[in-house]
């Protein structure tokens, strides 16, 4: 039951598989292999791309970590120097409106002593006037009688209103 098979089949077997070695050595394998190997190599430069690659985007990832910190440090900066030129405007305002609120004091002051002088010279100037009439009115009535000279300053005085 065993199928032995003949030397003759054995032979032409082996001359058939002889020149199909003959043949895939000479036309097949130099082709398959400059395809295996050109395939090698493009995998290899595939790898070496992919790793490089993936250090330059190591690379990336570190320097936007250190771009989103230098950001926010200079975010704070600024927000830092807008907090303080909000206080140097706020101070500036503090004191100019001091200034003017006491130039305007100041001003007001020179004024009312100014008013206050005018009236302190018309009430004087009054007063010279009040005093000549009076001095005038006691000319022409007796000089000789004394009381009643004293009686016409009383009267004179108490119809005076200083206010």
Same mark, same amino acid.
């Given at each position: 039951?065993?199928?032995?098979?003949?030397?003759?089949?054995?032979?032409?077997?082996?001359?058939?598989?002889?020149?199909?070695?003959?043949?895939?050595?000479?036309?097949?394998?130099?082709?398959?292999?400059?395809?295996?190997?050109?395939?090698?190599?493009?995998?290899?430069?595939?790898?070496?791309?992919?790793? #490089? @690659?993936?250090?330059?985007? !190591?690379?990336?990832?570190? /320097?936007? %970590?250190?771009?989103? $910190? &230098?950001?926010?440090?200079?975010?704070?900066?600024?927000?830092? #120097? @807008?907090?303080?030129?909000? !206080?140097?405007?706020?101070? /500036?305002? %503090?004191?100019?409106? $001091? &200034?003017?609120?006491?130039?305007?004091?100041?001003?007001?002051?020179?004024?009312?002593?100014?008013?206050?002088?005018?009236?302190?010279?018309?009430?004087?100037?009054?007063?010279?006037?009040?005093?000549?009439?009076?001095?005038?009115?006691?000319?022409?009535?007796?000089?000789?009688?004394?009381?009643?000279?004293?009686?016409?300053?009383?009267?004179?005085?108490?119809?005076?209103?200083?206010?």
């Amino acid at each position: 039951m065993f199928l032995i098979p003949d030397v003759g089949t054995i032979f032409w077997m082996s001359i058939i598989f002889g020149i199909t070695i003959f043949v895939l050595a000479k036309y097949a394998w130099k082709p398959l292999i400059s395809i295996l190997n050109e395939r090698e190599k493009a995998i290899s430069t595939a790898l070496e791309s992919a790793s #490089e @690659a993936e250090t330059k985007i !190591e690379f990336l990832r570190n /320097e936007q %970590k250190r771009i989103v $910190t &230098q950001t926010q440090l200079e975010k704070e900066r600024i927000i830092k #120097e @807008a907090s303080e030129q909000r !206080e140097l405007i706020i101070q /500036e305002a %503090k004191k100019r409106a $001091t &200034q003017e609120t006491q130039k305007l004091i100041s001003d007001a002051s020179a004024q009312i002593k100014s008013e206050r002088e005018k009236a302190i010279l018309e009430v004087r100037s009054q007063i010279a006037l009040l005093s000549i009439d009076i001095a005038s009115k006691l000319i022409y009535t007796e000089m000789d009688d004394r009381v009643k000279q004293m009686d016409l300053v009383k009267k004179l005085v108490e119809k005076v209103d200083l206010n």
